[in-house]
């Protein structure tokens, strides 16, 4: 059984909420950038527009929303499907250490965005 430890004392309420908050962050995000990319940008207003503070927020809550709503989905996958029942007694190792695995992954990209967008 999946325990308190694993699930960072979440409920599943809580998860459908961030990740329907994450999607939502994620659509205006992409749909600005897409907006944006459809109309012509060049070079020196694209920078101009990363440059604003306002934008660099706007990437890091993206960049944020990603990183809750893949380890929520993540999360949900490992639970369900790496499990002792499923995998034998090797299951949960696999479990916990895909869990790291995917932890580890996503505190790099975050690091990564917000070295590139402060930085």
Same mark, same amino acid.
């Given at each position: 059984?999946?325990?308190?430890?694993?699930?960072?004392?979440?409920?599943?309420?809580?998860?459908?909420?961030?990740?329907?908050?994450?999607?939502?962050? &994620?659509?205006?995000?992409?749909?600005?950038?897409?907006?944006?990319?459809?109309?012509?940008?060049?070079?020196?207003?694209?920078?101009? &527009?990363?440059?604003?503070?306002?934008?660099?927020?706007?990437?890091?809550?993206?960049?944020?929303?990603?990183?809750?709503?893949?380890?929520?989905?993540?999360?949900?996958?490992?639970?369900?499907?790496?499990?002792?029942?499923?995998?034998?007694?090797?299951?949960?190792?696999?479990?916990?250490?895909?869990?790291?695995?995917?932890? &580890?992954?996503?505190?790099?990209?975050?690091?990564?965005?917000?070295?590139?967008?402060?930085?």
């Amino acid at each position: 059984m999946v325990t308190q430890i694993t699930s960072f004392s979440r409920s599943g309420l809580s998860d459908w909420m961030i990740q329907r908050v994450a999607g939502v962050i &994620l659509l205006a995000y992409f749909g600005f950038v897409a907006y944006t990319l459809l109309n012509g940008v060049g070079y020196a207003s694209w920078k101009a &527009l990363h440059a604003n503070s306002a934008m660099r927020i706007f990437t890091l809550l993206a960049a944020l929303s990603f990183a809750a709503h893949a380890w929520i989905g993540l999360w949900a996958v490992f639970t369900d499907y790496l499990t002792e029942r499923m995998l034998g007694p090797r299951g949960n190792g696999l479990r916990r250490l895909c869990q790291i695995g995917s932890v &580890l992954v996503l505190l790099v990209y975050l690091l990564w965005v917000i070295q590139i967008i402060w930085g």
